[in-house]
């Protein structure tokens, strides 16, 4: 609930603004050549920083004036009166720069909010560009040393820069987990886990027709289990995403992931396996004598641009196994076909390779990683939430279009003609 205060300065803010539109008043500033070439000295942005100060001064005498006419002309129909002036400050850049503030006073002697120095002070641009700063490897102790620009700019405390970081970053999460998905064509979602100080975030990253990438939900829980991720699926039906759609899944192989997107997509979801999380999954189980064959052998197999070709050389080297080492045998019968789902729908080798792994969710978390590794002291409530969702939202900025994304509309096609369930895998489920 808004303070009777806030409420107060927000009507302020939209009567000026109101005035303003309905009278288009002009201000003039008038500057001595003198001390513009002074200001230039110090270089062009100096002298737009010295003269905003200045302008802003004018506004607000500009609305004193409308307030309660002219100095020293009696006027019965005068609303207020002058009342001096105090230390106030305006934001500039994510620094509080001091500036005098007329005061104004009613015929009741309350004090009147001047609706131009309550525009001046807003927080919400303060907080973006510390948020922006920090994120771009600004620590909350050295903002106040790279940033100030303003000889006599204050307020650039740690404890203050924190305070705005919080807030902004904490709008930064509500954006991300509240903002509406259904106006997204997506041909692929990829869903992937981090462990993040101790907790395990999942996250949701939508692929879409264009092949532009977007964060789609975030979801914080002690391990990848089945009820988190459900959970997240969940969030995203309700803002949007119809699962009911044919479209690609792409898994690390994790099976809460798999059931949870089966829940929800059912025979729409064309599943995914990660090969290089196959691959390594295998590797893992054997000597390190044997490990670069077998690597070998299943890059050859994945490379092959038909399915049966690809198949051939993996039961192949699933019976190699089951002699050599049967635990690593069944890690790669496990979930084999769905390593294969790209090779059935026929996709083109440059898309194939961007989807045939999760590496485009990993090198986020990689980006994200590096950002946190500054925080020192890690809190409990939505700490570790705010700084993946920041991370995610900048790396989100940045990203370019996938790799083949030309080629979408050739998985979109077979998306529409093929069933999610190879005849391979049903056999095998029937057997």
């Known amino acids: 609930m808004k303070k009777k205060v806030d409420m107060q300065r927000q009507q302020a803010a939209s009567r000026f ?3 303003v539109e309905t009278d288009d008043p002009v201000i003039q500033l008038a500057l001595p050549m003198k001390q513009v070439v002074g200001w230039l000295q110090e270089g062009v942005g100096e002298l737009l920083r010295q003269a905003g100060t200045q302008l802003m001064q004018l506004v607000m005498e500009d ?12 006027d019965d129909d005068r609303r207020g009166y002058r009342w001096g002036s105090e230390s106030g400050y305006c934001l500039i850049d ?22 131009s120095y309550e525009l001046f002070q807003r927080g919400s641009l303060v907080e973006q560009t510390v948020w922006n700063k920090i994120l771009v490897g600004l620590t909350m102790r050295s903002y106040e040393a790279v940033v100030r620009e303003f000889a006599k700019a204050y307020g650039l405390k740690k404890s203050t820069v924190s305070a705005h970081f919080v807030r902004a970053s904490r709008k930064k999460l509500e954006q991300l987990l509240t903002r509406p998905l259904g106006d997204l064509r997506l041909c692929a979602i990829v869903i992937d886990g981090k462990s993040f100080r101790g907790q395990q975030m999942i996250v ?20 990848e289990n089945a009820t988190v991720v459900k959970a997240l699926l969940g969030d995203l039906q309700q803002r949007g995403i119809d699962f009911s759609i044919p479209r690609l899944y792409l898994l690390d192989g994790g099976k809460a992931l798999r059931a949870a997107v089966k829940h929800y997509a059912g025979e729409a979801a064309f599943v995914q396996r990660c090969q290089v999380h196959k691959i390594r999954n295998v590797v893992d189980h054997l000597p390190q004598s044997q490990q670069s064959a077998v690597r070998y052998k299943m890059r050859r197999a994945y490379k092959m641009r038909e399915e049966d070709e690809a198949r051939q050389v993996l039961e192949q080297l699933l019976r190699e196994l089951m002699e ?30 961007t989807l045939s792994s999760t590496n485009v969710i990993e090198s986020t978390f990689s980006m994200v990683g590096r950002l946190c590794d500054r925080v020192k002291n890690w809190q409990g409530g939505d700490h570790r939430e705010r700084w993946m969702a920041s991370g995610l939202l900048w790396a989100e900025s940045r990203w370019k279009r996938v790799h083949g994304y030309r080629q979408i509309p050739a998985l979109l096609q077979q998306l529409n003609l093929k069933p999610a369930t190879s005849a391979v895998a049903e056999s095998k489920m029937a057997a």
């Open 63 to 74: 609305e004193v004036q409308r307030l309660v006419g002219d100095k020293h002309r009696p």
């Open 324 to 353: 050599l080492n049967p635990s690593a045998a069944r890690s790669l019968e496990e979930g084999l076909d769905e390593t294969l789902t790209l090779h059935r729908l026929q996709v083109p080798p440059t898309l194939r390779k």
């Open 94 to 115: 994510g620094q509080k720069v001091p500036l005098d503030r007329p005061r104004v006073r009613d015929k009741t002697n309350r004090e009147v909010t001047l609706g």
């Open 17 to 19: 603004q109101k005035q």
């Open 204 to 223: 949701a990253l939508g692929i879409g027709c264009d092949g532009r990438k977007a964060v789609l939900g975030l979801r914080q829980g002690a391990t």
